[in-house]
């Protein structure tokens, strides 16, 4: 059964802790994403990733870290830098290359920092 | 700066009519837009795409127009069903540069369908 599993499902972090959120797909796709979503407003991408051991920034990527050192794996940190870090975090996947740009998304981690 | 803006933060509308969702673009580089629906507390789902080449899409219900002139797109649901209601996103990409596969998100549409 291909998709992409987020995991926990909540997480809960006291301020100046740095969390991992997990990404993991297995549908052998080239490129991955992580967006944050905050009340009210659409998803904003904060890193992006074309290919194995190559990421590259998002809009608004300050505050976070990822690594690409498998293909089906993106894990993000949110460290102590990132000045609101309460939302919740949405992995995605897509096929890098062709005319399909067509995303696929994880469940979505939520997380709450206190 | 919101490059991809939808005006209308909710929509409500009679089971059976038709909901018509809207999304306005200001890069002139976007050349394939898609809509997303989804669920609270959920990942969004895709619904349907089109390519800057063409003016319309169609897959079963839902209907996606492209009027690149005016740099604006719509979905249409028609009937609308209760289970439709959810929040929809539009989304954009270019293919060409460094942005290449990036999707650029709107705010949202929250659809409300009732029976």
């Known amino acids: 059964d291909g998709g992409i599993t987020q995991s926990p499902k909540y997480l809960f972090r006291k301020e100046g802790q740095n969390v991992t959120l997990s990404c993991e797909q297995n549908?052998?796709?080239?490129?991955m994403y992580w967006y944050r979503q905050d009340p009210g407003q659409g998803l904003r991408l904060i890193y992006y990733?074309?290919?194995?051991?190559?990421?590259q920034k998002g809009d608004i990527a300050e505050g976070y870290s990822v690594s690409r050192e498998k293909k089906e794996s993106f894990p993000l940190t949110v460290t102590s830098a990132q000045k609101n870090p309460t939302a919740f975090y949405l992995c995605?996947?897509?096929?890098?290359?062709?005319?399909?740009?067509?995303?696929?998304f994880g469940p979505g981690t939520r997380l709450t920092v206190t | 700066d919101q490059q991809v803006k939808q005006n209308s933060p909710s929509l409500s509308v009679q089971e059976g009519r038709i909901s018509i969702l809207n999304c306005d673009y200001t890069?002139?580089?976007?050349?394939?837009f898609l809509w997303y629906k989804k669920y609270p507390a959920e990942g969004p789902t895709f619904l349907i795409s089109?390519?800057?080449?063409?003016d319309k899409n169609e897959d079963g219900r839902f209907t996606v127009f492209l009027n690149k002139s005016a740099k604006h797109l719509s979905l249409h649901i028609v009937p609308s069903q209760p289970g439709d209601s959810a929040v929809y996103f539009c989304?954009?990409?270019?293919?060409?540069?460094?942005?290449?596969?990036?999707?650029?998100f709107g705010q949202g549409t929250i659809l409300t369908v009732h029976p």
């Open positions: 995605a996947s897509s096929m890098a290359g062709g005319g399909s740009y067509e995303q696929y």
């Open positions: 989304a954009a990409s270019e293919s060409l540069g460094t942005s290449y596969g990036k999707l650029t």
């Open positions: 890069n002139s580089m976007f050349d394939y």
């Open positions: 549908l052998n796709h080239d490129a």
């Open positions: 089109i390519s800057s080449i063409k």
């Open positions: 990733s074309q290919i194995v051991n190559d990421f």
